[in-house]
Nanobody
Framework: VQLQACGGGLVQAGGCLRL?????????????MGWFRQAPGKEREFVAA????????NYADSVKGRFTISRDNAKNTVSLQMNNLKPEDTAVYYC?????????????????WGQGTKLTVSS
């Protein structure tokens, strides 16, 4: 599956933003989709994942209650709604796909990656 993320930008702390990821390929609807982020000088880290059906979601503790992942299998898209943004959310955000199964949270488990979209949260 090929992925392309968009929607990043500059936002003030406390603000909100929605990232989207468009997918092409036949395996999207059977893939677990995830969002990761990488801050400057840090390793890429898991943010959220959603099962192929959309019924199950998983979040990193740092974003739980503020971020919401969703998907539309009819449109081959996955989104990340980010509310109450904090400066520490500043990073390049990547969408990714895996067929390892729901529960995967490591970078190594995800085989397909988008190009990344940059989010900057100002204080």
């Amino acid at each position: 599956v090929q992925l392309q993320a968009c929607g990043g930008g500059l936002v003030q702390a406390g603000g909100c933003l929605r990232l989207s990821c468009a997918a092409s390929g036949r395996t999207f609807s059977s893939s677990v989709m995830g969002w990761f982020r990488q801050a400057p000088g840090k390793e890429r880290e898991f943010v959220a994942a959603i099962s192929w059906s959309g019924r199950s979601t998983n979040y990193a503790d740092s974003v739980k209650g503020r971020f919401t992942i969703s998907r539309d299998n009819a449109k081959n898209t996955v989104s990340l709604q980010m509310n109450n943004l904090k400066p520490e959310d500043t990073a390049v955000y990547y969408c990714a796909a895996t067929r390892v199964g729901f529960g995967a949270t490591s970078v190594a488990d995800f085989g397909s990656w988008g190009q990344g979209t940059k989010l900057t949260v100002s204080s």
